[in-house]
């Protein structure tokens, strides 16, 4: 049967790969000035979607090596979003440019999927239209957007690496935030031009383009923040225990876990250390990409809409 998509070992005692088998972590190694770390999402049997800006122009297919469960895949190819151009707006004071921060890795090899390896659901496929319970293929694109990015504020949920106190390793975690796609969008933009790199900018749009979601900030919740660590690891929409992919994580306002501040995998509270209310997180809105995306992914059997 066609492998399903955005499924998950739910019971508390799975492991952290067996909860988020689509999680992957991206190792780019530099020789002589280390490795460059970032997330991803194993999207089918051969690539991972991830951010753009992890990689450098000079950054080569064989210095990056991408681990999925606990095996490590090397990787084919590199696939940046065409339209994505870091410098675009260096002449304007603004050192860094997010738009477009989306790339596909190819891996050399093909997974295996098992319970520990298996691609989350991408908007506009066949498979999100199983994982909705929606009939295909007479559901269209359109009715998955109205039905994952409704007005108003969205639950989603990150993924983001938690120090275990007890065995003292990294574990996982889910984070919920709301994606502010309603009354309270403009104010979660606004607060862009709160990035320090940012102090040149005089009209918000010109670095939060159409392309991006919002979450972050206090109103209505309080919401976690993403940390340059997170950048690339999919933006989750879950419906009925199935998970659907609908960003990229680009990039946030602040860097909380600057000195390697790690949540614990144990404490509960954490979301009580309050972080500022400008602190936004900015991701790329996967229904904003689709053309890319259906042409990167033609071949990998995800049957678009
Ligand atoms: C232009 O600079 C601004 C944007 C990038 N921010 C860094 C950053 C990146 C690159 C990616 C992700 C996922 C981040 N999550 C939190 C911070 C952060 C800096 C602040 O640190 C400010």
Request: overall charge positive.
């Amino acid at each position: 049967a066609l492998s399903m998509c955005g499924l998950a070992k739910e019971f508390q005692s799975a492991d952290d790969e067996e909860k988020n088998p689509w999680l992957v972590s991206i190792s780019i190694l530099r020789p002589g000035r280390g490795t460059e770390m970032c997330k991803g999402a194993l999207v089918s049997q051969k690539y991972v979607l991830t951010a753009a800006h992890c990689f450098t122009i000079d950054d080569e297919a064989d210095q990056i090596t991408v681990k999925i469960g606990k095996k490590n895949f090397q990787v084919a190819a590199l696939k940046s979003h065409p339209q994505y151009t870091v410098g675009k707006l260096r002449n304007l004071g603004i050192p860094e440019f997010y738009d477009y921060d989306v790339a596909l890795l190819a891996l050399r090899k093909q997974v295996t999927f098992s319970s520990e390896a298996r691609p989350i659901c991408l908007p506009c496929t066949a498979g999100t239209s199983r994982a909705l319970r929606r009939p295909h293929p007479q559901t269209t694109c359109k009715e998955h957007e109205q039905e994952l990015m409704p007005g108003g504020n969205i639950p989603a949920l990150f993924v983001t690496p938690c120090r275990d106190k007890y065995l003292s390793t990294l574990g996982l975690r889910r984070r919920t935030v709301r994606i502010k796609n309603g009354d309270k969008k403009h104010s979660c933009e606004a607060d862009a031009k709160k990035a320090k790199q940012y102090q040149n900018v005089t009209e918000v749009s010109q670095v939060v383009t159409e392309r991006f979601l919002c979450t972050g900030g206090i109103e209505p919740e309080v919401d976690p923040n993403t940390c340059k660590g997170d950048s690339g690891g999919p933006l989750i929409v879950a419906k009925r225990m199935r998970y659907i992919q609908v960003g990229v994580i680009s990039w946030g306002v602040v860097d909380l876990c600057k000195n390697n501040l790690r949540i614990e995998c144990q404490n509960d509270n954490d979301h009580l250390e309050q972080a500022p209310s400008h602190a936004r997180d900015f991701h790329i809105n996967l229904f904003k990409v689709l053309p890319w995306l259906r042409e990167e992914l033609r071949e990998e059997g995800l049957d678009f809409l």
